[in-house]
Nanobody, 121 residues
Framework: VQLQASGGGLVQAGGSLRLSCAAS????????MGWFRQAPGKEREFVAA????????VYTDSVKGRFIISRDNAKNTVYLQMNSLKPEDTAVYFC???????????????WGQGTQVTVSS
């Protein structure tokens, strides 16, 4: 599976962006999918994840109520809608896929390249 993230850019605080993660090579409809981010000088951190059918989502506390993860299995694509962006959301955002997600915990098998999100104050 190849994952291609896109949609990053420069936005003012309070603004919105929507990231996309397009998968190719295999159908990801049964895969757990997730988003991570890495700010300069910091470790990569989990942001959000979604089950294969999209019935279950999980978020890190700092983005709850602001970010929404979703998926369109017909398009083999996962999205991250980011609203009310803050300067501390500035990071490179990565998408990841869990091929064998069983509904209990995620174990990431594939990673995409990152897309830069910069939020100005």
């Amino acid at each position: 599976v190849q994952l291609q993230a896109s949609g990053g850019g420069l936005v003012q605080a309070g603004g919105s962006l929507r990231l996309s993660c397009a998968a190719s090579g295999r159908t990801i409809s049964s895969y757990g999918m997730g988003w991570f981010r890495q700010a300069p000088g910091k470790e990569r951190e989990f942001v959000a994840a979604i089950s294969g059918r999209g019935s279950s989502t999980v978020y890190t506390d700092s983005v709850k109520g602001r970010f929404i993860i979703s998926r369109d299995n017909a398009k083999n694509t996962v999205y991250l809608q980011m609203n009310s962006l803050k300067p501390e959301d500035t990071a490179v955002y990565f998408c990841a896929a869990d091929e064998y997600y069983s509904g209990t915990y995620f174990s990431w098998d594939y990673w995409g390249q990152g897309t830069q999100v910069t939020v100005s104050s």
